[in-house]
């Protein structure tokens, strides 16, 4: 082999890792802004949704937070998808059998007990992730916490219509109990 078809070789094998190197911190990187934004709740729609970047960003969680952050969100996002799939499914059930000329009240009175019973395992789902949130921030953090996820326990679709007195706390699309709060699968942010 000659000195010049050697360089060749080491040069194109530089050049090799250099280019596995790249896209490898290149996937790394898009693996780590989709674990960091993954979305949980957005309390409403006019604020910021609490996911992995607000974590990040808004409370300042260091590498070891975000990991245990991770750890708390997966199972809790699985649940609590699983939960409101089948809350909006009773829902549409129910309102299929109010509308029918012969209603099953036993039926209609079933799917209720079942729907808020689904309401208090989601919302002990959310108190759950809360806690366990909370135990890994330092007391500003807390602070912080506390004021992102406050709507969760305020703006309730129900509430709503309490307060109004009119019912015109409802509006099409928000359903009694759920307000604005809903997982949010949209991994644009």
């Avoid at 300042?60 to 909006?88: S, T, V, Y």
């Avoid at 209603?103 to 009175?109: A, E």
Wanted: charge should be neutral; aromatic fraction near 8%.
């Amino acid at each position: 082999m000659s000195k010049t078809t050697k360089i060749l070789i080491w040069v194109i094998i530089l050049l090799t890792l250099l280019n596995l190197t790249t896209v490898g911190t290149i996937l790394y990187q898009n693996y780590q802004k989709k674990a960091e934004s993954e979305d949980i709740i957005v309390p409403s729609t006019d604020t910021t949704p609490i996911n992995g970047r607000f974590f990040r960003k808004e409370l300042g969680f260091d590498d070891m937070q975000m990991d245990k952050f991770r750890a708390l969100n997966h199972p809790f996002q699985e649940a609590a998808r699983m939960l409101i799939f089948d809350i909006d499914s009773m829902k549409r059930e129910m309102f299929i059998e109010l509308n029918k000329s012969n209603v099953d009240s036993l039926k209609v009175n079933d799917l209720a007990i079942k729907i808020g019973e689904h309401h208090a395992e989601l919302k002990q789902q959310i108190n759950a992730f809360y806690l366990g949130l909370k135990n890994i921030c330092n007391e500003e953090q807390a602070i912080k916490l506390q004021n992102a996820f406050e709507p969760l326990f305020y703006e309730d679709g129900a509430n709503n219509l309490m307060r109004n007195g009119n019912g015109s706390g409802y509006r099409h699309g928000q359903g009694f109990g759920r307000g604005n709060n809903q997982i949010n699968n949209n991994n644009s942010n």
